[in-house]
């Protein structure tokens, strides 16, 4: 996730992470592809989702675009991926739909099945994973901004979590990426 140092990942509601304050470099962008492209699986909720289905297919094609962009455009759109929604019914781009009420026994039964590692885009979903002990990891590209207001990373989660920092980076423009071990996260589960 890209995040404020204040742990904002959005600041005007409905930017969706694509806020002014993101410094997301040539040097950023082709680590995120390097990144993405070796993930088993993305699991996306809805906002994410429709945000990057709006951009992601077309930018591939789009030949004013940066290489590294229409790269991530064709590792996007190729990658399998699970939209977690109770409200879409289709999707394209190698995407499956889970929902319902059972949406998170259902993405503990899809991790226990696939091999690699599966990246989840959205804060409500990221939280609700968290809470329910499915996450290992947080990869999280932390933007110099304090933000001061605007959505939070953990929308309503509220218990101290203990991390173990496992790489730290920096980026062109100030940006770091920081990846932490949950602890006691494989105790709980293996998502």
């Known amino acids: 996730m890209n ?5 904002r990942i959005e600041q005007v509601p409905g930017d969706n992470g694509a806020g002014e304050w993101l410094r997301i470099s ?3 962008h082709r680590e995120a592809n390097a990144q993405t492209r070796e993930l088993a ?3 996306h909720g809805r906002l994410i989702y429709e945000t990057m289905e709006e951009y ?3 930018a591939r094609e789009d030949a004013s675009l940066p290489d590294y962009m229409r790269e991530y455009g ?3 759109t190729a990658k399998p991926k699970v939209l977690v929604s109770r409200t879409r019914r289709g999707a394209d781009h190698n995407t499956r739909i889970i929902g319902g009420d059972d949406a998170i026994e259902q993405l503990a039964a899809l991790r226990a099945a696939t091999d690699g590692s599966i990246s989840v885009g959205g804060a409500a979903l990221a939280t609700q994973l968290l809470r329910a002990g499915l996450l290992d990891e947080l990869l999280l590209w932390t933007h110099p901004a304090i933000l001061g207001f605007g959505r939070p990373l953990f929308d309503d989660y509220d218990m101290p979590i ?3 920092l496992l790489e730290q980076r920096s980026f062109e423009q100030g940006v770091t990426m920081h990846r932490y071990a949950i602890q006691n996260a494989k105790e709980a589960s293996s998502c």
Not at 3 to 7: F, G, I, N
């Open 3 to 7: 995040v404020s140092l204040d742990l």
């Open 26 to 28: 040539e040097e950023l």
């Open 41 to 43: 699986l993305m699991v």
């Open 56 to 58: 992601w297919p077309r």
């Open 74 to 76: 064709e590792i996007w």
């Open 162 to 164: 203990e991390l173990d």
